[in-house]
């Protein structure tokens, strides 16, 4: 399978990440030795089920390196725009391409065991979207004090993972994309997402007596879309940096896998 790293994430001024970026791309944040995305690049190396490598956002003239056929493509100025001229650039190197894996530069605890497991996992069936979620247990077990944000949903509470599979009709389809835009650009907000599915997900969520499967049909039905959850028993492809803590903790767990 063909994958898209997404790297166009630049702190601004006022985000949290700003101090330490200084206006360089997020993934180029060092962490234990290497850039941040060099961690995720040899994850894919690793992967047996990964046939080539996207790298969406970073100038090709760059320090690092990836064992997979590598190929670029500018920033887009917005992630939507990012993941669909990743997807239309793996679609030019391999027309045959069905589905596409979607990686998150800023998880750089994932291992290329965990990769093929996902891919192995979702090709088991054939769904639009596959999309990984890891329950507060493992996340909070894992990575004391990450504190990432939580849906509470009636059978379990759970944190989406930053590595997802989707077919290639997911952009190719000009139906789904101002929807995607919408649910994208509330993607840290799971009230504001189920909001958009619609109100009355939006009070049974709050109610807490939303389950996972309920969510699943109601999203489905009302993207007209079918779709997957995937339940990781990993807490890795859901830890990524998007706070200073949350740099420190992965700094210093990767520093001491290193040490090790």
Same mark, same amino acid.
Not at 153 to 179: F, N, Q, R, Y
Not at 185 to 194: D, F, Y
């Given at each position: 399978?063909?994958? *898209?790293?997404?790297?166009?994430?630049?702190?601004?001024?006022? +985000?949290?990440?700003?101090?330490?970026t200084q206006g360089?791309?997020?993934?180029?944040? %060092?962490?234990?030795?290497?850039?941040?995305?060099?961690?995720?690049?040899?994850?894919? &190396? %690793?992967?047996?089920?990964?046939? &080539?490598?996207?790298?969406?956002?970073?100038? @090709?003239?760059?320090?690092?390196?990836?064992?997979?056929?590598?190929?670029?493509?500018?920033?887009?100025?917005?992630?939507?725009?990012?993941?669909?001229?990743?997807?239309?650039?793996?679609? %030019?190197?391999?027309?045959?391409?069905?589905?596409?894996?979607?990686? &998150?530069?800023?998880?750089?605890?994932?291992?290329?065991?965990?990769?093929?497991?996902?891919?192995? =996992?979702?090709?088991?069936? +054939?769904?639009?979207?596959?999309?990984? #979620?890891v329950k507060r247990?493992?996340? @909070?077990?894992?990575?004391?004090?990450?504190?990432?944000?939580? $849906?509470? !949903?009636?059978?379990?509470?759970?944190?989406?993972?930053?590595?997802?599979?989707?077919?290639?009709s997911m952009v190719?389809?000009? %139906?789904? /994309?101002? =929807?995607? @835009?919408?649910?994208?650009?509330?993607?840290?907000?799971? !009230?504001?997402?189920?909001? &958009?599915?619609?109100? /009355?997900? /939006?009070?049974? /969520?709050?109610?807490?007596?939303?389950? !996972?499967?309920?969510?699943?049909?109601?999203?489905?039905?009302?993207?007209? *879309? $079918?779709?997957?959850?995937?339940?990781?028993?990993?807490? @890795?492809?859901? =830890?990524?940096?998007?706070?200073?803590?949350?740099?420190? #903790?992965?700094?210093?767990?990767?520093?001491?896998?290193?040490?090790?």
């Amino acid at each position: 399978m063909d994958a *898209i790293l997404m790297a166009g994430g630049i702190p601004k001024p006022d +985000q949290p990440l700003y101090e330490y970026t200084q206006g360089i791309s997020k993934a180029m944040l %060092e962490i234990a030795g290497k850039p941040m995305i060099q961690w995720v690049l040899d994850a894919l &190396s %690793e992967a047996e089920q990964v046939d &080539s490598v996207t790298i969406i956002g970073l100038p @090709e003239d760059n320090t690092i390196t990836c064992e997979k056929p590598v190929y670029y493509v500018p920033n887009q100025g917005g992630m939507l725009a990012n993941i669909v001229a990743g997807i239309y650039k793996v679609l %030019e190197i391999n027309p045959q391409a069905e589905y596409v894996l979607s990686v &998150s530069s800023d998880i750089p605890g994932i291992n290329g065991e965990m990769v093929d497991w996902l891919i192995e =996992m979702a090709m088991e069936t +054939q769904h639009d979207i596959y999309y990984g #979620i890891v329950k507060r247990d493992v996340m @909070e077990t894992r990575y004391p004090g990450s504190n990432r944000t939580f $849906t509470k !949903l009636a059978d379990m509470h759970v944190c989406g993972a930053d590595i997802h599979i989707a077919h290639k009709s997911m952009v190719t389809d000009p %139906e789904h /994309l101002a =929807m995607w @835009e919408e649910l994208i650009g509330k993607r840290k907000s799971p !009230l504001k997402q189920a909001a &958009s599915i619609g109100i /009355l997900s /939006l009070l049974l /969520l709050l109610m807490g007596r939303l389950s !996972l499967e309920g969510a699943v049909e109601r999203v489905t039905k009302r993207l007209k *879309i $079918t779709g997957r959850p995937i339940i990781w028993a990993y807490a @890795e492809p859901a =830890m990524d940096v998007d706070k200073p803590h949350q740099l420190e #903790i992965l700094r210093a767990d990767l520093e001491a896998q290193v040490a090790a």
